[in-house]
């Protein structure tokens, strides 16, 4: 399965942005999907997951202001980022949640910053 992520940029304090997430292969709709981030320095962590029938989860930093999503037909996973603030500047990255993982794709950087 190959992951393109795609949606980061340069954002001000209290800005949005959506990333998107597109995976091949035809398992992904069977699959917990996930959006991780790393920031420089710092280890990869998981900031919002979704089980294939839609429930998801998401971390205490991101609770309230992210919102994943995903479309099974599309084989597409989202992650809409409202009132972005600064300490969200990182590299982000889709995978599935159980492993074996998927080969990393090369990720998507965001950067919050007036």
């Known amino acids: 399965v190959q992951l393109v992520e795609s949606g980061g940029g340069l954002v001000q304090p209290g800005g949005s942005l959506r990333l998107a997430c597109a995976a091949s292969?035809?398992?992904?709709?069977?699959?917990?999907m996930g959006w991780y981030r790393q920031a420089p320095g710092k280890q990869r962590e998981s900031v919002a997951t979704i089980q294939r029938g839609g429930s998801a989860n998401y971390a205490d930093s991101v609770k309230g202001r992210f919102t994943i999503s995903r479309d099974n037909a599309k084989n597409t996973v989202n992650l809409q980022m409202n009132s972005l603030k600064p300490e969200d500047t990182a590299v982000y990255y889709c995978?599935?949640?159980?492993?074996?993982?998927?080969?990393w794709g090369q990720g998507t950087q965001v950067t919050v910053s007036s």
């Open positions: 995978n599935k949640v159980t492993f074996p993982r998927y080969t």
């Open positions: 292969g035809s398992d992904f709709s069977m699959n917990t």
